[in-house]
């Protein structure tokens, strides 16, 4: 699915456009979660916390934070919608309203939440609606999960800076956890496991490249 929409993004891109906005339409009926929800709240493990986030092509997502020192894990999945147990082939229909996220395992004593968050808006452009780069539509959507009131607040409270920095609005949905579901097994470290791919060396690389380049003190020491 992702090598079509980098074909056709990089040669027709005018009708990339066209079929995003279309998209963009037609899934703002399907996306459903409620933002008064009360959230739910993961309890650490083994002192290890976890966070959610849904940022474009999970792929990319993954291995942008499993760059980050503190981050022990990166889960690629679904999260968002109002269907359960959904897949990547009912996912990208756009009718189950789920976005593909990431769970982020990490340790709260190297790696705060809002660090994570500042990765987040850091690593992708913050002002595309339903979609990140070649990835259009209401399953590739822009969403910060949130599991208590602090963390809301430290995620609302980056959205309106930067908001004002950039003078634009910034698509970032800010939703209450529900339920993250796993995503396939051929999904997971998909961009470590499949350098060859075209996605991966024209999209995933040089996004994960731009990340590190611009939070070089985040990053983990290679051995």
């Not at 037609?26 to 309890?43: D, F, G, I, Y």
């Not at 990765?119 to 590739?140: A, L, M």
């Amino acid at each position: 699915m992702k090598n079509i929409l980098y074909i056709i993004w990089s040669v027709v891109l005018l009708f990339s456009s066209c079929q995003s906005n279309s998209q963009s339409t037609n899934n703002k009926k399907e996306v459903t979660q409620n933002e008064n929800t009360t959230p739910v709240r993961v309890k650490p493990v083994d002192g290890l916390e976890r966070a959610y986030f849904a940022s474009g092509c999970f792929w990319c997502v993954e291995a942008i934070y499993e760059s980050v020192k503190g981050v022990k894990e990166s889960i690629s999945g679904y999260s968002g919608g109002h269907t359960k147990n959904p897949t990547y082939q009912s996912s990208n229909t756009g009718r189950t309203g789920h976005a593909e996220a990431v769970e982020i395992i990490y340790d709260p004593k190297i790696v705060s939440f809002s660090t994570l968050v500042d990765v987040y808006f850091g690593s992708q452009n913050p002002t595309q609606v339903n979609g990140q780069g070649p990835d259009h539509g209401s399953q590739y959507r822009s969403i910060i999960f949130y599991q208590n009131e602090e963390q809301k607040k430290i995620i609302k409270d980056k959205k309106e800076a930067l908001a004002k920095k950039l003078n634009r609005r910034i698509a970032a949905e800010v939703l209450p956890f529900q339920k993250f579901w796993k995503g396939e097994a051929y999904h997971q470290d998909y961009e470590k496991r499949n350098p060859g791919n075209p996605y991966i060396r024209n999209i995933s690389v040089p996004r994960l490249k731009r990340f590190q380049a611009k939070f070089p003190n985040l990053i983990k020491e290679k051995h």
